[in-house]
């Protein structure tokens, strides 16, 4: 069974940086497809950034040009760095792994972004 747990979350002012891992517990990242979701108080879990096995990553239009995924297989982590944070970035963000049929998730993270 692969667990995964992230870390990195807190409390950063408007216009701060954080950077989120999500450390795996078997060396899934560079089979899977790999993403950051996050869910706000009241709202759907929605995703907000994707990286392929291949290396190809997108994004949720909100984070675009702001956010970053990426990985490093050797250690088993993959990253998302947020830069330019806003007030509605603020939620509980989690790194889900899919590995068809299997689906990963981790326990969260808060983020709040609060001046």
């Known amino acids: 069974q692969v667990q995964l747990v992230e870390s990195g979350g807190g409390l950063v002012q408007p216009g701060g940086s954080l950077r989120l891992s999500c450390a795996a517990s078997?060396?899934?990242?560079?089979?899977?497809?790999t993403a950051w979701y996050r869910q706000a108080p009241g709202k759907e879990r929605v995703l907000v950034a994707r990286?392929?096995?291949?290396?190809?990553?997108d994004y949720a239009d909100s984070v675009k040009g702001r956010f970053a995924i990426s990985r490093d297989s050797a250690k088993n982590t993959v990253f998302l760095q947020m830069n330019s944070l806003k007030a509605e970035d603020t939620a509980v963000y989690y790194c889900?792994?899919?590995?068809?049929?299997?689906?990963?998730w981790g326990q969260g993270t808060q983020v709040t972004v609060s001046s």
């Open positions: 889900n792994a899919f590995i068809k049929p299997y689906d990963y």
């Open positions: 078997g060396s899934i990242f560079a089979a899977s497809v």
């Open positions: 990286l392929t096995s291949g290396g190809s990553a």
